[in-house]
C-alpha cells in the first residue's frame, strides 16, 4: 500500500462518518485504514483532535466543519507537526468595560506617549510607588509575608491581564465654541477673527476589558454559542471596581495629566455600566 493510501482511506472514514453523523470507535478507524489501534489512538489525540467530539463509551463524532477540509489539505496536516487549521481556544464574556477617551487630535501624539508608556513594567512600578503600596493593597490583596518586591510583581501581573492594549479610531466633529448667540452676532464674532462653529478631528481611543466573571467557554455549534454563564454579582462589582481603579490610577491620571491645556476630557465607559467622565478647565485666577 503506497505511503498516502492509509491517510486517504482515513480522511475518507472521516467524510464519510461527517456526512452521516454516526460515533466510530478508535477500532472502527483502524480496522478500516489497516493501524494498530495505538497508531490510530495517536492520531486523534495528536492530529486530528480538533475535528473531533467525544462521545460517550469511548467514542467519536466527527463535527461538521470536516465537511469543508479538502483531501489535499488533510494530507498536507496529515505529514506536518502542526495543524493545517489555526486552533483557537473559545470564550465569551457576557460581562465586560469599555472605556474610550475623546480628545482632539492635536493631541494625539502626546496621548500615544502617555499610554505607551503605561506598558511598560517599570513605569507601573513607578506608578505603583506614588500610590503607595499601602493604598492599592486595600485593592489588591498581599498575602502574610509577601515582600514587598513579590506584590509589586504581583500588582504588575494584574495589570498585565486586565489592559492589553488601545485602538484608536479618528472622528470628525463640529463644535461650538461660545455661549449660544444669533447668526448675526456669530457673524460679528467671526468678523473679530474669533470662532463660533469650530471643525475638529477627535482622538477616540477605546479600551476593552473583558470580566472573568460571567465567562465560559464554548464550540463551534449553536447550542454552545447561545448558552450563558451564571454570574455571581458579588464577584462581579468586585472585579469591574477592581478594573475601574486600576484603570483610573494607572491610565487615566496620568493621560489627563499628560494631556494638559485641554478645556475639555471626556472619557466615556460602557459595558457593566453606562457612565460619562469629565475634566472641565477651571477658569484661572486674575
Keep these: ?21 454516526n460515533a466510530f470507535t478508535v477500532s472502527d478507524i483502524a480496522k478500516h485504514v489497516g493501524w494498530e489501534e495505538s497508531t490510530a489512538r495517536t492520531y486523534i ?7 473531533l467530539i467525544s ?17 489535499q489539505q488533510f494530507l498536507a496536516e496529515f505529514t ?104 448675526s452676532e456669530a457673524a460679528q464674532y467671526f468678523a473679530a477673527d474669533q470662532l463660533y462653529l469650530v471643525d475638529e478631528t477627535t482622538a477616540s481611543v477605546r479600551f476593552i476589558i473583558p470580566c472573568t466573571a460571567g465567562s465560559m467557554s464554548f464550540e463551534d455549534d449553536f447550542q454552545s454559542i447561545n448558552q450563558t454563564a451564571a454570574v455571581e454579582q458579588t464577584e462581579l462589582e468586585k472585579e469591574v471596581a477592581l478594573i475601574r481603579t486600576l484603570f483610573f490610577q494607572f491610565f487615566v491620571e496620568a493621560v489627563v495629566a499628560t494631556v494638559h491645556n485641554e478645556e475639555e476630557v471626556w472619557l466615556l465607559e460602557t459595558g457593566h455600566v453606562k457612565q460619562l467622565y469629565r475634566w472641565r478647565r477651571t477658569a484661572k485666577k486674575r
Design 55 to 71: 462521545k460517550p463509551a469511548k467514542a467519536f463524532q466527527v463535527r461538521n466543519k470536516f465537511l469543508r477540509v479538502t483531501e
Design 45 to 51: 489525540n495528536k492530529k486530528w483532535k480538533d475535528y
Design 80 to 183: 506536518q507537526t502542526e495543524t493545517v487549521e489555526t486552533t483557537y481556544v473559545r470564550e465569551k464574556h457576557s460581562q465586560f468595560i469599555q472605556f474610550e477617551f475623546l480628545l482632539p487630535l492635536t493631541r494625539e501624539d502626546k496621548l500615544r506617549r502617555a499610554l505607551d508608556d503605561l506598558f511598560y513594567k517599570d513605569t507601573i512600578e513607578m506608578r505603583l510607588k506614588d500610590l503607595g503600596i499601602e493604598t492599592v493593597q486595600n485593592l489588591i490583596e498581599r498575602e502574610a509575608g509577601m515582600t514587598e518586591a513579590d506584590y509589586i510583581e504581583k500588582v504588575c501581573g494584574v495589570v498585565s491581564d486586565k489592559f492589553g492594549g488601545y485602538s484608536i479610531v479618528h472622528v470628525q466633529g463640529r463644535y461650538k465654541a461660545a455661549e449660544l448667540m444669533t447668526r
Design 1 to 21: 500500500m503506497s505511503g498516502n493510501q492509509k491517510p486517504v482511506l482515513a480522511y475518507q472514514f472521516f467524510r464519510n462518518y461527517a456526512e452521516k453523523g
